[in-house]
Structures are given as C-alpha cells and as structure tokens.
Nanobody, 124 residues
Framework: VQLQASGGGLVQAGGSLRLSCAAS????????MGWFRQAPGTEREFVAA????????MYAESMMGRFTVSRDSAKNTVYLQMNSLKPEDTAVYYC??????????????????WGQGTQVTVSS
C-alpha cells in the first residue's frame, strides 16, 4: 500500500491543523493505521492509531484530549485532527499502515508501510 500524507504547515500555538493520509494500492480496510512524529535530533515517537475497522483508537498520553484520529473508508484516508497545538508538537508527522497485529498499537515495528511525512511547525 502507498501512503501520501498532507496537511502540514505553520500554525501559531493554540491553533489547529488536520493532517490527511491517503492510501492506495491495496484494500484500505485491512490495515491498522498509525501516526508517528519525529522532531530534529529525537527518535520517532507514537502519536495515535486506529484499528482497521475504526472501532478502537489509541493515543500517546501527551496528545490525549488534543488530537483525534479517524478514518474514512470511502476515501481510503486517515486523518489526524490536531487542536491546541504547542511548540513542542513541531515535527515531521508520518502515517503508517500495518496488518500483522491484532490491534493498532504504538510500536513502529507493527507497521510495514510508511508515508513520506509532512512538516508541522508550531510557533510560540
């Protein structure tokens, strides 16, 4: 499956952005989808995930209540709505797809396919 992330940009602290990740090539519904991010000089970290049927979601603790992950099977797209953004949310955000696990987890090795990343910059 090929993944194309978009929607990043520059936003002031407290603002919002919605990232999109369009999937193509294989049946979208078979994949759990995850969002990860990586800031300069840091390791890639988990942000959020949604199960293949959309019934379960999971968030990193620092994103809970601010970020919402969702998916639209008709559009083969997963979204990450980000509200109340903080400067420390600045990073390249990646979407990922995996189907080897029973659930959509937070470990990057559960995901086999990755998008190219989209830059999110939050100014103070």
């Amino acid at each position: 499956v090929q993944l194309q992330a978009s929607g990043g940009g520059l936003v002031q602290a407290g603002g919002s952005l919605r990232l999109s990740c369009a999937a193509s090539g294989r049946t979208f519904s078979r994949y759990h989808m995850g969002w990860f991010r990586q800031a300069p000089g840091t390791e890639r970290e988990f942000v959020a995930a949604i199960r293949r049927n959309g019934g379960n979601t999971m968030y990193a603790e620092s994103m809970m209540g601010r970020f919402t992950v969702s998916r639209d099977s008709a559009k083969n797209t997963v979204y990450l709505q980000m509200n109340s953004l903080k400067p420390e949310d600045t990073a390249v955000y990646y979407c990922a797809a995996g189907d080897r696990s029973y659930y959509a987890g937070s470990a990057s090795n559960q995901y086999d396919y990755w998008g190219q990343g989209t830059q999110v910059t939050v100014s103070s």
